[in-house]
C-alpha cells in the first residue's frame, strides 16, 4: 500500500515550447546502479506511513529552506533527490537530483537550481506528473 505519492516537477514550455522534467533528466545521467538505488528508495519511502528515518531524507534549511533530500549511496558515492514534501497531502514533488560531497554537487548548484523550480511551482507555474 502506498501513503506517499511522488511526482515529478515539469516546467513551463521555454519559447518553443519544450518542457523540461528535471528529474527525469538526472536520472537518465545516471548509471544503472544509481537508478536502481533511487528506485528502490522512492518504493520503500511510497510504503512507510510515517518517515522518520534521518537516513533517508532531510528537510534543508537556511537559502534552500522549503525543500528535502532524499538520501542514498551507492558504493561511497552520496546521491540527493531534491523536492519539495508536502506532509499534509503525503506527497514528495520531485525537482531534480545531484551526486553530493561535502563541499559540492554534480551537477554544479544543484541545489540552487532546484530551488529555483521550488519557486516556479510555488508560484503555479509548469505542472506535475505521477513519477514512475
Not at 521555454?14 to 522512492?42: C, E, M, T
Not at 497531502?89 to 559540492?104: N, S
Amino acid at each position: 500500500m502506498a501513503y506517499w505519492r511522488f511526482l515529478d516537477y515539469i516546467t513551463e514550455g521555454d519559447a518553443k515550447g519544450n518542457r523540461k522534467n528535471p528529474i527525469q533528466d538526472w536520472y537518465g545521467s545516471v548509471d544503472r546502479a544509481v537508478q536502481a538505488a533511487f528506485d528502490v528508495l522512492v518504493q520503500e519511502l511510497a510504503g512507510t506511513e510515517v518517515w522518520d528515518t534521518p537516513e533517508q531524507y532531510r528537510l534543508l534549511t537556511g537559502v534552500h529552506a522549503g525543500m528535502c533530500e532524499l538520501i542514498f549511496k551507492v558504493g561511497s558515492r552520496k546521491y540527493r533527490p531534491l523536492g519539495v514534501l508536502y506532509q499534509e497531502k503525503h506527497e514528495f514533488v520531485l525537482l531534480g537530483g545531484c551526486e553530493h560531497t561535502r563541499w559540492y554537487s554534480i551537477p554544479p548548484n544543484a541545489f540552487d537550481d532546484a530551488y529555483k523550480l521550488k519557486t516556479q511551482l510555488d508560484g503555479g507555474r509548469g505542472t506535475t506528473r505521477e513519477h514512475v
